[in-house]
């Protein structure tokens, strides 16, 4: 008979890395919904802005919260916003693959 003592540890060290990788991915995961819906709104204040006869990128900007401001990018064609937000990378390099991209519709011109 050999001894079992310290298996359950050594199995629990073991899975320690992929619970590791596992939970980063869905804190990836959650970050990048986050922007998604961000940018949905941000593009909305945009083409709203628009509507009002109001600039489009100074109304997206402070639709956003202060940590996004180095992230995003925002293109005004016409009457249209388009919103682009990098999540926070929680994991290297995964972030640019995961760039959340929302555009609104500002109507016909006036």
Not at 36 to 58: F, T, V
């Amino acid at each position: 008979m050999r001894d079992d003592t310290g298996q359950a540890a050594v199995e629990v060290l073991a899975l320690v890395p992929l619970v590791l990788v596992i939970a980063l991915a869905a804190g990836q995961a959650l970050a990048a919904g986050v922007c998604r819906e961000l940018a949905g709104h941000a593009a909305g204040a945009g083409a709203q802005a628009l509507l009002q006869g109001r600039a489009a990128e100074p109304a997206v900007r402070s639709a956003l919260p202060g940590w996004a401001a180095g992230r995003i990018s925002v293109q005004v064609r016409a009457r249209r916003v388009t919103v682009m937000l990098q999540p926070p990378a929680l994991l290297p390099g995964v972030a640019r693959l995961l760039i959340a991209r929302s555009t609104a519709d500002g109507g016909p011109p006036a």
